[in-house]
């Protein structure tokens, strides 16, 4: 008769066992999830300066390829995107004989962070200051400087404006 009671406690957990794996868990929850939350927040800014690394290669070889000019702000996307001529005065979807430079990029890539999340507009930069107006990216044509178009107030968690990435 002991045997068989001695069986049948063994097949169970203790209520003991079972709180000390509760809490086990718990604790390895509040450690897992706010170190998960941040890596989010990093991905944005990750992909802001992947996003501006690509912009920027783009417009240096399209200055490369056109003895030293950048693309114009006005029709950026259609110069990043299509077949320049060597003057650089002109973009279009094909390739002909006089438009053989290009495409650089497949598309402008969307702003990943801040109030113009999504835009992938070009914005002036030699007539607009960054921030003030709507759209994605801040351009200067006479530079080639390209950044975040946020205004300065927008940072992120170091403190650091999304525009001088």
């Not at 941040?38 to 990750?46: I, M, Q, T, W």
């Amino acid at each position: 008769m002991m045997s068989r009671v001695n069986a049948h406690r063994n097949q169970g957990f203790s209520l003991v066992e079972l709180i000390i794996v509760v809490v086990i868990i718990a604790i390895i929850g509040a450690i897992a999830i706010p170190r998960m939350s941040r890596g989010a927040a990093g991905a944005s800014e990750s992909a802001l300066v992947g996003d501006l690394a690509i912009l920027r290669s783009a417009i240096d070889l399209y200055a490369a390829e056109h003895a030293g000019e950048f693309p114009p702000a006005a029709t950026f996307e259609d110069h990043m995107t299509g077949y320049s001529n060597a003057a650089g005065d002109s973009a279009q979807a094909t390739k002909d004989s006089t438009h053989i430079y290009g495409p650089y990029m497949r598309k402008i890539p969307p702003l990943p962070v801040g109030t113009n999340k999504g835009e992938t507009s070009v914005v002036d930069g030699s007539a607009t200051a960054i921030g003030t107006a709507t759209g994605g990216w801040w351009y200067d044509p006479t530079t080639g400087v390209v950044k975040a178009n946020l205004p300065d107030a927008e940072a992120d968690d170091t403190t650091k404006a999304y525009n001088a990435y």
